[in-house]
């Protein structure tokens, strides 16, 4: 089957990092997703590996591991306009669909 | 202007009464689709829609229909509104590759 787990919420400083982790089942990989979803907005695409290992994109990193099916989106310097959702998501059937995670909430306090 | 436009942003209607909801899309894309969210549960899909003539069901269907009148725009309705219909809905649309899906503003219903 598919399936992707991730924490419902987590909390972090201002100025910190966090990694927000995703693990995930499916059968014919075909890459992972990360989206970033501020309260009642559209998702925003943030990063997508194909391959092992880490992609840095500014403040956001993204890594992956196909063999153990997991992955993590890791925000540093956080500032409170990162208090959000962030979904971890994959495509389905040969790219016919995202299939996304529940999401994580993450609250960024001072 | 937004790249997916959907109309209307927000909607309050009763149940039984019959509503649609209308995307378009600026990208020029193939694929389109109508993902429906609740709290707690993430974003699920309804239906997706390869091109004119293809229309295809997604995990929660049941209680929805869709129409691609065009390349730009892909309608969904609700033939007779339930109360457990409530919730956030978004379009989007992505090309033939599939690597990136573009969200609409979303349109949040209410079934009162």
């Known amino acids: 089957g598919q399936n992707i787990d991730q924490p419902t919420e987590m909390t972090a400083t201002e100025g910190a990092i966090v990694q927000i982790n995703c693990t995930y089942q499916?059968?014919?990989?075909?890459?992972l997703f990360w989206y970033q979803q501020h309260a009642g907005e559209a998702p925003t695409f943030l990063s997508y590996?194909?391959?092992?290992g880490l992609e840095e994109k500014g403040r956001f990193s993204s890594f992956l591991s196909r063999s153990k099916g997991y992955s993590y989106l890791l925000l540093k310097e956080l500032q409170m306009k990162d208090s959000a959702s962030y979904l971890c998501a994959f495509p389905s059937g040969g790219y016919n669909k995202l299939i996304f995670g529940a999401g994580t909430r993450l609250a960024v306090h001072p | 202007d937004a790249d997916v436009t959907q109309t209307p942003r927000n909607r309050i209607t009763k149940t039984g009464k019959r509503i649609m909801l209308e995307c378009s899309q600026t990208?020029?894309?193939?694929?389109m689709y109508w993902y429906r969210q609740d709290p707690g549960l993430g974003l699920r899909l309804i239906y997706y829609?390869?091109?004119?003539?293809?229309?295809n069901k997604g995990e929660i269907s049941d209680g929805y229909s869709v129409s691609r009148q065009a390349q730009a725009k892909f309608s969904l309705s609700l033939e007779s509104a339930i109360p457990n219909q409530t919730a956030l809905y978004f379009c989007a649309t992505s090309d033939s590759t599939g690597t990136e899906a573009f969200f609409g503003q979303g349109t949040r219903l209410t079934v009162v």
């Open positions: 590996n194909v391959l092992d």
């Open positions: 990208k020029g894309h193939d694929r």
């Open positions: 829609s390869f091109d004119v003539k293809d229309i």
């Open positions: 499916t059968s014919g990989f075909n890459g």
